[in-house]
């Protein structure tokens, strides 16, 4: 198989942190209550990750 | 699987963890939305009070019986007016607004139901409970006849009762404060203080996890007591299992009965007879009126002025006695003997350490593992007396006056008897031996150790200061007996079933429609 | 490190071939790793494994340990409370064997192996996927964990016959039948 694409944990961990961000910046202008986001939403981290992992290996795969 | 995959899945989960503690914990940090939170069973956050009140009519005739049942809130009664129950209830509902706070307040509804002399005081919450996230606490106050039999059962509030006849108490946490109650009362309490002060009847207690103070109890006290410690003063009988924590008992009218484990016990002017058991603690009694049993693992004995006989078991610690009219038994594992006064002999068993009797009288009976004795008779010698020692000496001080016959034998020492008509020998490896009769002769002494054996001649002494002393009376505790005679103990019912309020009592609560009372921004306890 | 004597009779037998000696090597040479040691620091789980240069393993073993006492302790003594000695054990012999792999692989002249190959596998990013639709589904309300988590014996039943359907595979295929099948 060929080199991979892109990196998934780069990609997944980048995305987070940009989420986070805009999640944080909504939250200190009073439109979103921070905690009850984050404690319902997070795991769409590990789906987006897991995602990416297939994208990759089927990108890998199909080159 | 590579060291990044395995550092972004922990990191991922870290944060997942690291949200939902801060969702648990977000009242005490005050981090994401307001509202009720619940730490360690007491709400915490903005609050609103408002109140409620209602009463009822009781036939007269018989004895008014009331039974409360609440949760999270204080509920007090107290002797009021006869003929009539009073009811005030403080609703606290724990909502950022007044607003908001109010319209929940007027769904709790105060329920006072039942008939004839039976009342019953509690409210709706367990259904708006089981609907709503919202905490909200009840506290009631209640004015009863004086002569009302009551049955409180309250989670999570303090209970405060005074001036009825009879009472069954089940509380948890906050504790619990009993005052001048002419009858019985049956309290279990959990997680709080216990105070208890005027009982005119019987008290039985169960209490786990908090300290209690008994005081001035007519009838006789069943107490039960784990972790936590007890003061008893002035009861007429005491009967106690105790667990983990320390007894105090002083002025108890009858019997003393202890059953302790982990527990130390002292006890004053017990006027009946004291056996208490307990380990790895200390037992120290003062005037016991009758006999003393005691048995310690792990613990001491430490007894004065018992009028009756001693039986007392000890390990791993010594026993000290001190002015015992009755015949003595004590057997002493890890410990020594250290007795004064004792009028009517002693029969003792001593291992890992030394025996001191001084100022007995009567037959003396002892055997001594790796320890030295010291026998000292108040007056001539009156009694037998056997001591057996090993691996210590022996000393006998013979008081002026006494008629004894000798046979003392040393197994690796000397024998010292230097009294008239008495001989020793000396028979080489054998040890040394003396013998013969003293003053013409009389009591058997027979003394026998592995170290020196001494006789030695001295004074009468006084018995000024032998005297046992009785127990001294600390007042009969006396509670005011209510105007009607109070029915026997209450009995455990089961919980009512809700009923609503009759139409005579609807327009009492409408009189008192709810009154905000802001509690300010927080209500911290 | 620590110094060890070198024996070529010895490394020959315990080996089972014999190592191709470096020219002009010297009778007696310094192994880069101490199985002891490994296993000594290994007491604390984990610290072997990154002590032989393993991190991943010493992430795993590290996590697989505290994971388990912690399920022990929220009341879930069946099976987790078996895992804890396994996971231990299975540490301190894993972090001698490496440290011995180390030093065979010292000896025969290859350097210390790569990081493992990325995984060529879908079930790695198929599992993130699906366990963050199960927690997510159960923190918008439309599944019930705690009744599913009562199943949870299927998983083994199902890793268990993908095992067994991957041995017939493999003897199909001309493989030897013995070794496990990879994920």
């Given amino acids: ?40 939403w997070w795991p769409l981290a590990l789906v987006l990750w897991g995602a990416l992992e297939l994208v990759d290996l089927w990108v890998r795969r199909s080159s | 699987m590579t060291a990044r995959k395995i550092a972004l899945l922990v990191l991922i989960v870290g944060f997942a963890a690291t949200v939902e ?20 069973g007491r709400f915490y956050g903005p609050s609103w009070g408002f109140e409620a009140a209602a009463e009822r009519a009781v036939a007269g005739g018989q004895a ?57 005081v509690g409210t709706n919450r367990d259904e708006i409970g089981r609907r709503e996230e919202t905490g909200f606490e009840t506290h009631f106050e209640i004015e009863a006849p004086p002569e009302s039999v009551v049955e409180i059962r309250n989670e999570h509030g303090r209970v405060e009762l005074s001036g009825v006849a009879a009472a069954d108490v089940a ?40 300290s209690v103070s008994v005081s001035g109890v007519t009838g006789a006290s069943k107490l039960d007591v784990q972790h936590g410690d007890l003061e008893v003063r002035r009861s007429a009988g005491l009967e106690l299992d105790l667990a983990h924590g320390e007894l105090e008992a002083e002025s108890i009218g009858g019997d003393f009965v202890v059953r302790g484990q982990h527990a130390p016990v002292r006890g ?48 791993h610690g010594g026993v000290t006695l001190e002015r015992v009219a009755g015949p003595v038994e004590a057997v ?82 000397r024998v010292d008897a230097p009294l008239e008509g008495l001989t020793s020998e000396d028979e080489g490896h054998k040890g040394q031996r003396a013998s013969g009769r003293h003053a013409g002769g009389g009591v058997s002494v027979r003394l026998k150790a592995d170290g020196d054996v001494t006789l030695e001649s001295r004074p009468v002494r006084s018995r000024d200061g032998w005297a046992v002393a009785r127990p001294r009376a600390g007042g009969k505790p006396t509670v005011e007996a209510p105007a009607v005679a109070a029915s026997p103990t209450p009995k455990a019912t089961p919980r009512p079933t809700p009923t609503p309020a ?24 | 490190m620590s110094s060890q004597s070198f024996d070529p009779q010895s490394a020959a037998s315990s080996a089972g071939a014999p190592p191709a000696l470096p020219p002009g090597s010297a009778p007696y040479v310094r ?19 990154v002590y032989n240069g393993r991190i991943a393993r010493a992430f795993v073993f590290f996590f697989a340990w505290v994971g388990s006492i912690y399920l022990t302790a929220s009341g879930h003594e069946f099976p987790f409370a078996f895992a804890i000695p396994f996971v231990y054990l299975f540490n301190i012999i894993d972090a001698w064997k490496g440290a011995t792999a180390a030093n065979a692989r010292f000896l025969g002249g290859r350097s210390e192996p790569e990081e493992q190959p990325e995984i060529e596998s879908p079930v790695w990013g198929g599992s993130l996927a699906l366990f963050g639709v199960v927690i997510l589904f159960n923190n918008l309300g439309w599944l019930d964990l705690d009744r599913l988590a009562r199943w949870w014996p299927l998983l083994l039943i199902a890793v268990g016959g993908y095992f067994v359907y991957a041995s017939f595979r493999a003897r199909k295929a001309g493989g030897t039948g013995d070794e496990p099948p990879r994920l």
């Fill in chain 1, 1 to 40: 198989m060929s080199r991979p694409a892109f990196s998934p944990e780069g990609v997944t961990f980048g995305v987070c942190l940009v989420t986070l961000g805009v999640q944080g910046t909504l939250a200190n202008l009073g439109r979103v209550e921070l905690l009850p986001l984050l404690r319902t």
């Fill in chain 2, 332 to 413: 002493v594992q890890h410990g020594g003997v250290e007795a004064r006064g004792l009028a009517r002999g002693a029969r003792v068993r001593v291992s890992g350490s030394d025996v001191t009797l001084d100022g007995f009288s009567g037959p003396i009976g002892l055997e001594v593992d790796r320890g030295s004795v010291r026998l000292a008779p108040g007056s001539p010698l009156d009694g037998e007396v056997v001591a057996r020692a090993t691996h210590g000496d022996l000393r006998l001080e013979v008081p002026e006056g006494s008629r004894f016959e000798l046979e003392a034998e040393s197994v690796r020492g």
């Fill in chain 3, 31 to 49: 192994l880069p790793k101490s199985p002891g040691l490994a296993a000594f620091l290994s007491l604390f789980p984990g610290l072997g494994q």
């Fill in chain 2, 171 to 210: 509380a948890s946490f906050e504790g619990v404060s009993i005052e001048r109650v002419a009858g019985d009362v049956k309290l279990e309490a959990r997680h709080g203080e216990v105070e208890i002060d005027g009982v005119g009847g019987a008290l039985e207690l169960n209490s786990r996890h908090g």
């Fill in chain 2, 502 to 525: 009759s139409p005579a009592e609807a327009p009492a609560a409408a009189k008192h429609p709810p009154q905000a009372t802001p509690d300010g921004t927080s209500t911290k306890r």
């Fill in chain 2, 64 to 120: 008014p019986r009331l039974e409360v049942e609440n949760a999270f809130g204080e509920v007090s009664v107290s002797a009021g007016a006869p003929g009539i129950v009073k009811v005030r209830l403080r609703k606290v509902v724990f909502l950022p607004t007044e607003e908001k706070a109010r319209a929940f307040a007027e769904r709790i509804e105060l329920r006072l139901t039942g008939d004839g002399p039976l009342v019953r």
């Fill in chain 2, 21 to 40: 503690t801060a969702w648990h914990v977000r009242g005490d940090v005050k981090i994401g939305p307001e509202g009720c939170r619940v730490m360690g």
């Fill in chain 2, 268 to 315: 004053f002017d017990v006027f009946g007879r004291a056996h208490v058991e307990t380990s790895f603690g200390d037992v120290r009694l003062e005037r016991v009126g009758g006999e003393l049993y005691a048995r310690v693992q792990h613990g001491g004995v430490t007894a004065s002025d018992v009028t009756g006989a001693a039986n007392v078991e000890a390990s």
